[in-house]
């Protein structure tokens, strides 16, 4: 039996799929809405490896284009989504939060707002809590 | 309450892009948090541990540039110590092996050899699966 102790319908959703070379986000993007607007739990949304690079704040799509970068930011207002990039990827493809800016001495951040960096650790206390893991590739 | 067991699966080789090597960062992560760690090598994936990679440690002048050796960290020395950092259960899938002229003898790692229906029952056994 899965996760007997949790009691609680509750999801952490793993996106490692990148944002223009996948349909990882928008499939993701479809769960998490559907599962919030049913009173679901959604404990995390961690973004890894390629599923990272949607965390990049200057992601310019066109006006007819998926912007997930912005859909992600607005669920993370509405519901106040955790919005967990894992660090070693973001740093990889150049998304880097202010304080590896600073460590780096790269001029300026580009983390997205909404987003904030871990490690895996962080994923796996948000997996081990939750009764279900979804993975968009 | 019991360990959570995770299955580890890896189905890339470990020269296609980068799922192999953040699928080993994964790994170690559950293992530095002692669950219970096992790992499968399936279609493309068992190449990751196959023996004599990175032997061919050439100079030769397409290999540098600018003085410095080109040279692509290996995976094939931290996957062949998975027991190491804490995996119980290193599975490789027998099909898969023989579809690309490769036996046990192949590869770096100690191993069992599983069926399809193997698979399917480790599948089915493990609390997460998490595929690389």
């Known amino acids: 039996m899965k996760h007997s102790s949790i009691q609680q319908e509750s999801f952490t959703i793993l996106v490692t799929g990148s944002v223009l070379g996948s349909q990882a986000n928008e499939s993701a993007l479809r769960f998490a809405i559907a599962a919030l607007e049913q009173g679901k739990s959604v404990k995390q949304v961690f973004f890894y490896s390629e599923g990272a690079s949607v965390a990049n704040s200057k992601l310019l799509p066109l006006a007819d284009e998926l912007h997930a970068t912005k859909l992600w930011q607005g669920l993370q207002r509405d519901y106040g989504l955790d919005l967990s990039v894992c660090i070693a990827s973001a740093e990889r493809r150049g998304v880097v939060g202010a304080q590896s800016a600073d460590d780096h001495q790269i001029d300026g951040q580009n983390l997205a707002d909404g987003f904030s960096v871990v490690g895996l650790a962080q994923f796996h206390n948000a997996m081990l809590s939750s009764s279900h893991l979804m993975r968009f590739a | ?132």
Not at chain 2, 23 to 43: I, Q
């Open chain 2, 1 to 132: 309450m019991s360990k959570t067991t995770i299955l580890y699966v890896f189905r890339s080789s470990a020269w296609h892009g980068r799922s192999a090597a953040d699928g080993l960062d994964a790994l170690m992560a559950s293992c530095a948090m002692e669950l219970n760690v096992s790992a499968l090598f399936l279609h493309d994936g068992v190449f990751i541990v196959k023996r004599g990679q990175g032997q061919e440690q050439s100079n030769t002048p397409s290999s540098q540039l600018r003085g410095s050796t080109i040279r692509p960290k290996l995976l094939s020395k931290p996957f062949a110590a998975l027991y190491d950092f804490g995996c119980e259960h290193v599975y490789v899938c027998h099909k898969s092996l023989n579809a690309r002229g490769l036996c046990t003898d192949d590869l770096t790692v100690e191993h069992e050899l599983v069926s399809r229906d193997q698979i399917a029952t480790l599948i089915d056994q493990h609390d997460e699966v998490l595929v690389f």
